[in-house]
């Protein structure tokens, strides 16, 4: 019977490891390779001809909120991990003690046993996973505040420096750099 007791522990903290890898996989994908995806896509799919408003308060909320998501899931895969081990450890100190004794009889359940540990694993996976929503959702409003525009669009002018609201088609962007005007004109 110690036997059986002893071998049901070391499969409890076989279960309890490859469920925190199976959740380290889950999050690997959005933590380091989903950004580079998103990114790419982008630039391919606009060959390189997008617009970005840093001080878009849209677009800084977006990226603060997608910060927050990346420190957040990585304080809770920490606090998961932290659990795990925690238990995994508790588990090989009851099976070393176990294995000293001769009986089964004298083994209370509470010693192994506790309740309160699930709910909290419950609480972090929740909040872990609505890091991962809010992470998905600022890289959505991030990606909506950006400018694609073709090469053919024109330019932006410019004098003394201030944006003028004029965008002139490539062919009056050349005559007007021919032309000598003090304008200054930048492609867009």
Same mark, same amino acid.
């Given at each position: 019977?110690?036997?059986?007791?002893?071998?049901?522990?070391?499969k409890e903290i076989q279960?309890?490891?490859?469920?925190?890898?199976?959740?380290?996989?889950?999050?690997?994908?959005?933590?380091?390779?989903?950004?580079?995806?998103?990114?790419?896509?982008?630039?391919?799919?606009?060959?390189?001809?997008?617009?970005?408003?840093?001080?878009?308060?849209?677009?800084?909320?977006?990226?603060?909120?997608?910060?927050? $998501?990346?420190?957040?899931?990585?304080?809770?895969?920490?606090?998961?991990?932290?659990?795990?081990?925690?238990?995994?450890?508790?588990?090989?100190?009851?099976?070393?003690?176990?294995?000293?004794?001769? $009986?089964?009889? $004298?083994?209370?359940?509470?010693?192994?046993?506790?309740?309160?540990?699930?709910?909290?694993?419950?609480?972090?996976?929740?909040?872990?996973?609505?890091?991962?929503?809010?992470?998905?959702? $600022?890289?959505?409003?991030a990606v909506s505040r950006?400018e694609f525009k073709s090469?053919?669009?024109?330019?932006?002018?410019?004098?003394?420096?201030?944006?003028?609201?004029?965008?002139?088609?490539?062919?009056?962007?050349?005559?007007?750099?021919?032309?000598?005007?003090?304008?200054?004109?930048?492609?867009?």
């Amino acid at each position: 019977m110690m036997e059986k007791l002893i071998e049901h522990l070391s499969k409890e903290i076989q279960t309890v490891t490859e469920t925190t890898m199976t959740f380290r996989t889950r999050i690997a994908f959005f933590v380091w390779i989903g950004p580079f995806l998103i990114l790419s896509s982008i630039v391919v799919g606009t060959k390189g001809f997008f617009r970005v408003d840093l001080h878009d308060f849209w677009f800084q909320l977006a990226m603060a909120a997608f910060f927050i $998501s990346y420190v957040g899931l990585g304080f809770l895969g920490w606090l998961i991990e932290h659990g795990a081990w925690m238990r995994c450890d508790l588990l090989r100190q009851k099976i070393i003690e176990y294995a000293k004794l001769e $009986s089964v009889n $004298s083994i209370k359940p509470e010693a192994i046993l506790h309740p309160g540990m699930t709910k909290n694993v419950g609480y972090g996976y929740l909040c872990a996973f609505m890091c991962l929503l809010i992470g998905f959702l $600022s890289v959505a409003l991030a990606v909506s505040r950006l400018e694609f525009k073709s090469p053919g669009d024109g330019v932006i002018a410019t004098t003394n420096g201030k944006p003028v609201s004029v965008i002139l088609p490539l062919k009056d962007y050349e005559e007007l750099l021919a032309s000598g005007t003090k304008t200054q004109a930048h492609r867009r």
